[in-house]
């Protein structure tokens, strides 16, 4: 039994390398050559039929194979919006992981957001990307690097594990996704900026500062 499922895996996984291959390189992987493909296919199953079991069959029930074809090119169709929906969908998703907040009990008073924008902060807590940024103006008389402390200080309560650890891809993801979702004081985030700013805050942790920026974010958040 165990060599009949491993030969018939390997088989298996030859017709399936063949019609993954077939797709890519005859239908090129575009969804109206796969669906034209599949109801040709269908109709070819049917003209077989009739050559087994004679054409009076199909023409005696052509009503129900024509009700069917209709019914499979619905499906088909279908299948295909949901799936080039969901790549619309992920787009729309960023891939960091939040702490469950309570969105109702944030303090957004605490970093001057307007209506529109705690919709946008709804939707990263979401795990969604935003439609507008979100412009962030905390902490305008400390200087711009307050303002990239602070914000590095509420992602770190947000995401689950913090970002103390982020490197390499995974850094330049959270960078992209606070350059995607924020403007501070009216202005794009840059890359160097918050790379220079990271650095500083990382090695500032144990700094007074520092410290009353953490319980600031925090009692915005209601954490404390």
């Known amino acids: 039994m165990e060599k009949f499922i491993l030969e018939s895996g390997k088989a298996l996984a030859r ?22 493909f599949i109801l040709a296919f269908f109709i070819l199953f049917v003209l077989s039929f009739s050559l087994i079991f004679g054409v009076k069959p199909i023409i005696d029930g052509y009503v129900y194979f024509l009700i069917l074809l209709i019914v499979l090119a ?26 469950p907040i309570n ?17 946008q902060f709804f939707r990263l ?3 969604r990307r935003v439609q507008q940024k979100i412009n962030f103006t905390v902490g305008n008389k400390s200087g ?10 509420l992602f770190d309560e947000l995401l689950v594990g913090g970002i103390q650890d982020f490197s390499g891809e995974r ?20 890359e160097n900026t918050l790379k220079t700013s990271f650095s500083a805050w990382k090695n500032d942790q144990e700094k007074i500062n520092s410290r009353n920026q ?11």
């Not at 017709?15 to 034209?36: T, V, W, Y």
């Not at 690097?145 to 590095?152: K, V």
């Not at 850094?171 to 840059?190: T, V």
């Open 15 to 36: 017709l399936r390398s063949g019609i993954n291959d077939f797709i890519e390189d005859k239908i090129e992987g575009n969804a109206s050559n796969l669906i034209l």
């Open 74 to 99: 619905v499906v088909l169709i279908w299948l295909a919006i949901f799936y080039e929906s969901n790549k619309h969908v992920e787009t729309d998703r960023h891939n960091f992981k939040l702490e």
């Open 103 to 119: 969105k109702f009990r944030i303090r957004f008073e605490y970093i001057n957001l307007n209506k529109d924008s705690k919709e």
């Open 125 to 127: 807590l979401k795990g």
């Open 144 to 153: 711009d690097s307050a303002n990239h402390r602070i914000l590095f200080v």
């Open 171 to 190: 850094k330049r993801d959270f960078f992209q996704l606070l350059m995607d979702s924020f403007l501070m004081n009216n202005e794009p985030l840059k």
């Open 214 to 224: 953490r319980k600031f974010i925090r009692q915005m958040l209601n954490k404390e």
